[in-house]
């Protein structure tokens, strides 16, 4: 494997340093699980299975809380008797200024409180 890293201007030192060393952990870590599992396809003995429960801490936590999340509204639909569409507008409520005014908020990088 080869990469070009590249980093920002202002980016000091040891920011660049603190990154480099979780991208070559995490670029190591995927090394090995995708050796190990090159050599259990090629022997016949892979299985598809969970993930690593070490190694994919991250992935597997994210995984379970998408399955809750999902858990959930889905027994909100049941209790309500129809399916729930959240990313669409609900049509009877006429005051979205609430959720206008964050969006510009969101997108406005001058915006003062949003670190990002």
Known sequence: MQYEVYRHDDSTDSDF?????????????DKFLCNNAQQNLNSGGYVSGPLHPHNEKGVLHFKSLVK???????????NVGHEIKPARRDPGI????SEELFCREVCDSSSKGLAW
Do not use: G, N, P, W
């Open 68 to 78: 809750e999340l999902l858990y959930e509204h889905r027994e909100k639909e049941k």
């Open 17 to 29: 340093k603190e990154m480099d060393d979780f991208f070559k952990q995490v670029e190591s870590e």
């Open 94 to 97: 006429a005051d979205i200024s």
